[in-house]
């Protein structure tokens, strides 16, 4: 059984992520790999993403779509993960074990997002 609060601790935790892309977006922009295109506006995108993602999850009507998006998100983010554990300068000051540990949290996160589709 899926706990309805867990659904808007999910939802408040990406309006939080997304909205930090906007204050601080030179992390965010330091994790992108520089092989994608246009770092800051990936940055937007996603921030932006997350927020909208978010709102929606806290709507009944719209949840399994948001919960659908943020799995899209989170698969399209992860080459970021990646990059961020294999790079040292992109690393944000965290130590190689927690980059680590992030690449499979995020199928975790996926996992979480599955249980609202």
């Not at 867990?6 to 092989?35: D, E, T």
């Not at 929606?56 to 698969?75: N, T």
């Not at 554990?85 to 927690?98: Q, R, S």
């Given at each position: ?18 909205i930090n892309h906007f204050r ?94």
């Amino acid at each position: 059984m899926v706990l309805p609060y867990s659904l808007y601790l999910m939802a408040f935790l990406y309006i939080l992520a997304g909205i930090n892309h906007f204050r601080v977006p030179r992390l965010y922009v330091k994790m992108i790999p520089p092989a994608l295109p246009a770092p800051k506006t990936i940055n937007i995108v996603s921030g932006a993403a997350e927020i909208i993602l978010g709102v929606l999850l806290c709507v009944p009507q719209l949840s399994s779509f948001a919960a659908w998006g943020i799995i899209i998100l989170l698969i399209a983010v992860f080459p970021a993960n990646v990059y961020m554990y294999i790079n040292d300068n992109a690393a944000l000051g965290l130590p190689k074990w927690v980059r680590l540990l992030r690449l499979p949290i995020q199928l975790l996160l996926v996992y979480w997002a599955y249980l609202y589709t």
